[in-house]
T-cell receptor, first 111, second 113 residues
Framework: RKEVEQDPGPFNVPEGATVAFNCTYS??????FFWYRQDCRKEPKLLMS?????NEDGRFTAQLNRASQYISLLIRDSKLSDSATYLC????????????WGLGTSLAVNP | DAGITQSPRYKITETGRQVTLMCHQT?????MFWYRQDLGHGLRLIYY???????DKGEVPDGYVVSRSKTENFPLTLESATRSQTSVYFC????????????FGNGTRLTVT
């Protein structure tokens, strides 16, 4: 089993749709979780951290389920500009500086 | 401007040559990282540095050398480039704040022929 697994997609959704991605992780001792966004051929950028209590930033909601070892990202009212690859990132349980990256989920929002 | 810059953006080199990728950040972040990104693999950590003169291996350090004589610079050297090192390389920095985000440079696309 990979340490961090994501459905690669692509997810094709119309503008205004709600879309959700899940990411599973294998190490129950992992401490920190993040979603990064990566546009084609560009560098990743932090979208949001994922807290135990869940967190929301505008149209984006992230949740953590430690019991089932997954994190989720919900995007409401999708915009064309949301088209990107979304990377799930988990800290290595033994070293918080060593992040474990998922392969990403590709999202295409269509007009 | 403040930020993190990588150079060159694109590099083509031959097998066996030494190549150095440069990374410079102006935030005075303590931590700096080198990643490579390849199809079928997530970002993989090559080396990281907690401060000047402190470096440590990541997941895939073989064939690479780093140094950090100054806080702002973290060059990555491929001592004898191989085709398997063809990749996109990202440098990143992070302040010593636990869950603080990584700030990435815009990447170097390296092709080894």
């Amino acid at each position: 089993r990979k340490e961090v697994e994501q459905d690669p997609g692509p997810f094709n959704v119309p503008e205004g749709a709600t879309v959700a991605f899940n990411c599973t992780y294998s190490n129950s001792a992992s401490q920190s979780f993040f979603w990064y966004r990566q546009d084609c051929r560009k560098e990743p950028k932090l979208l949001m951290s994922v807290y135990s209590s869940g967190n929301e930033d505008g149209r984006f909601t992230a949740q953590l389920n430690r019991a089932s070892q997954y994190i989720s990202l919900l995007i409401r009212d999708s915009k064309l500009s949301d088209s990107a690859t979304y990377l799930c990132v988990v800290t290595n349980a033994g070293n918080n500086r060593k992040l474990i990256w998922g392969l990403g989920t590709s999202l295409a929002v269509n007009p | 401007d403040a930020g993190i810059t990588q150079s060159p953006r694109y590099k083509i080199t031959e097998t066996g040559r030494q190549v150095t990728l440069m990374c410079h950040q102006t935030w005075s972040h303590s931590y700096m990282f080198w990643y490579r990104q390849d199809l079928g693999h997530g970002l993989r950590l090559i080396y990281y540095s907690a401060a000047a003169d402190i470096t440590d291996k990541g997941e895939v350090p073989d064939g690479y050398v780093v140094s950090r004589s100054k806080t702002e610079n973290f060059p990555l050297t491929l001592e004898s480039a191989t085709r398997s090192q063809t990749s996109v390389y990202f440098c990143a920095s992070e302040s010593a704040g636990g869950d603080s985000p990584l700030h990435f440079g815009n990447g170097t696309r390296l092709t080894v022929t």
